[in-house]
């Protein structure tokens, strides 16, 4: 099977070199996904709103793929401010609740100091 490169149109894939997910067989990685709405590239101040726009982004490439949210067996978690992780955790619950993936947060500066949130996921498609 061929390896299969997923883009998402944000510019970051073009200026930097790299794909927002790539599929090797039955495996999706997600490259790190951040809040920002790749239509507008708007970004809310709130890490709430980030989350679940990551989330929808997450889901759009996974979707490409032929995964869904409930194949996710593996989710990191990265914040610029610990505090800003658990106002997320409702979004995350509604996400990810059903999959429940091996999860790590890590407090880690992000590319853009408007960034609240980024998160990466690795999925394996269900036959």
Known sequence: MARQWISSGSRFEQ?????RAVVDADWVFVSGT?????ATMAISADPAA???QCLQNISAALGQAGATMGDV???T????D???FEPCWPVLRRWLGDARPAATMVQAGLLD???KIE???TARKRG
């Open 15 to 19: 200026e930097i070199g790299y794909s």
């Open 73 to 75: 067996v593996r989710v």
């Open 82 to 84: 610990r505090r800003d």
């Open 50 to 52: 980030q989350c679940e």
């Open 34 to 38: 951040t809040g920002f709405d790749y």
């Open 77 to 80: 978690y990265l914040l610029p």
């Open 113 to 115: 100091p408007r960034m």
């Open 119 to 121: 998160i990466e996921v």
